[in-house]
């Protein structure tokens, strides 16, 4: 069991940045691939982005590319979501999820644990 905890949403203007955090509560943390989806409302749980359990490989969402940046500290068993430039349309739930596959997960049952939410509100 991997317990997930988001914290930085907030409420931003367009053009705005955040940085979300997750952090997980095993020390196994690093043998599992990370990821951040979203929920807007009225709207299906969407991908965002997925971070490798070493770091070195990364996927993006084609909404976000070039504006989000995920990583991780092992050390410390975080994952981070860095957004700049944000749009009214990245206005959503910004969830963390754990998967014990391999790198690359963009669908959502591939994901094993997930946070509570945090919510990320961008103003026009």
């Known amino acids: 069991q991997v317990t997930l905890v988001e914290s930085g949403g907030g409420l931003v203007q367009a053009g705005g940045s955040l940085r979300l955090s997750c952090a997980a509560s095993?020390?196994?943390?690093?043998?599992?691939?990370m990821g951040w989806f979203r929920q807007a409302p009225g709207k299906e749980r969407e991908f965002v982005a997925s971070v490798s359990w070493s770091g070195a490989s990364t996927s993006y969402a084609n909404s976000v590319k070039g504006r989000f940046t995920i990583s991780r500290d092992n050390a410390k068993n975080t994952v981070y979501l860095e957004m700049i430039s944000l749009k009214p349309e990245d206005t959503a739930v910004y969830y963390c999820?754990?998967?014990?596959?391999?790198?690359?997960?963009?669908?959502?049952?591939?994901?094993?644990?997930w946070g509570q939410g945090t919510q990320v509100t961008v103003s026009p």
């Open positions: 999820a754990a998967s014990k596959l391999g790198p690359g997960r963009i669908r959502a049952s591939e994901y094993d644990f």
């Open positions: 095993r020390r196994t943390f690093s043998s599992y691939m």
